[in-house]
């Protein structure tokens, strides 16, 4: 029997792939416990449509992310932060703060888990990786005065 899984399933496949299995397996394990449907034609064409749609979502994202790159990429922002004698911060400098900085300035939303760093606890210039897509990355200089 094949069947098409709507699931992960260990040691069996990933969501979305049409496996072989054992009749009874296939009835009596993987179908009534909604991880997976029988390959018949109808079902074949709705996973080739539903392949066909997150392939046109996934273009969408790289063309944004490609976007959001060329208007960030080597910018620079600046945080402003209570700081003491000799550089010191009073706290540091959190990804939220870069995002909410990127807004300001840019008019650009980024998730905070996009923001790839450390928390920055010294004033002065960082360079800040933006994690946009799994293959686009965008680089921006993170300037930390004191407020």
Do not use: C, W
């Not at 040691?11 to 909604?34: A, E, Q």
């Not at 939303?109 to 360079?127: F, N, S, T």
Request: charged content about 35%.
């Amino acid at each position: 029997m094949q069947v098409i899984l709507l699931e992960d399933v260990k040691s069996l496949g990933k969501k979305g792939t049409v496996v072989k299995v054992n009749d009874s397996y296939g009835r009596n394990y993987l179908i009534p416990r909604k991880l997976g449907v029988e390959a018949n034609a109808a079902n074949l064409n709705d996973l080739k449509l539903q392949n066909a749609n997150m392939a046109k979502l996934e273009a969408a994202k790289l063309q944004s992310a490609k976007e959001v790159k060329e208007k960030l990429d080597g910018k620079s922002f600046v945080v402003r932060i209570k700081a003491g004698k000799d550089g010191r911060t009073f706290g540091s400098v959190t990804a939220k703060e870069v995002a909410q900085a990127i807004m300001d300035t840019a008019k650009i939303e980024i998730d905070k888990k996009k923001i790839v760093m450390e928390p920055i606890k010294a004033l002065g210039e960082q360079h800040v990786k933006l994690k946009l897509h799994k293959d686009i990355n965008a680089e921006i200089l993170l300037k930390v005065e004191e407020a």
